[in-house]
Nanobody, 121 residues
Framework: QVQLVESGGGLVQAGGSLRLSCAASTDRYTVLGMGWFRRSPGTQRDMVARILRAGATAIVEPVKDRVTITLAAAANTGYLTMNKLNPDDTATYYC???????????????WGQGTQVTVSS
């Protein structure tokens, strides 16, 4: 099973920016698409943005003007860039990838371990 390694979270002041990354552990796998989700305490995990390997993207309306999602396909690494952060963006962020196993020729979904983003006012 592929391991997705997330990084880039941390503490940031309101108005600041962060870039989260999510990398597949080995080149045995091909990332077909990637989504980013977030969960605040006491809430469900909600999608923030999604991207396909071919480049099509979808970003939820509330953050559409502040968020960019990209996928470096050759590196099997996805990125979520968030600007103009506010305290409501405080959450644990998870990546979710659609992965193709180049050895077994099977596809599956995999989750990252989550990275905490805290925005101070």
């Amino acid at each position: 099973q592929v391991q997705l390694v997330e990084s880039g979270g941390g503490l940031v002041q309101a108005g600041g920016s962060l870039r989260l990354s999510c990398a597949a552990s080995t080149d045995r796998y091909t990332v077909l698409g990637m989504g980013w989700f977030r969960r605040s305490p006491g809430t469900q995990r909600d999608m923030v943005a999604r991207i396909l390997r071919a480049g099509a993207t979808a970003i939820v309306e509330p953050v559409k003007d502040r968020v960019t999602i990209t996928l470096a396909a050759a590196a099997n690494t996805g990125y979520l860039t968030m600007n103009k952060l506010n305290p409501d963006d405080t959450a644990t962020y998870y990546c979710n990838a659609d992965v193709y196993d180049n050895f077994t020729h099977s596809a599956f979904k995999s989750w990252g371990q989550g990275t905490q983003v805290t925005v101070s006012s």
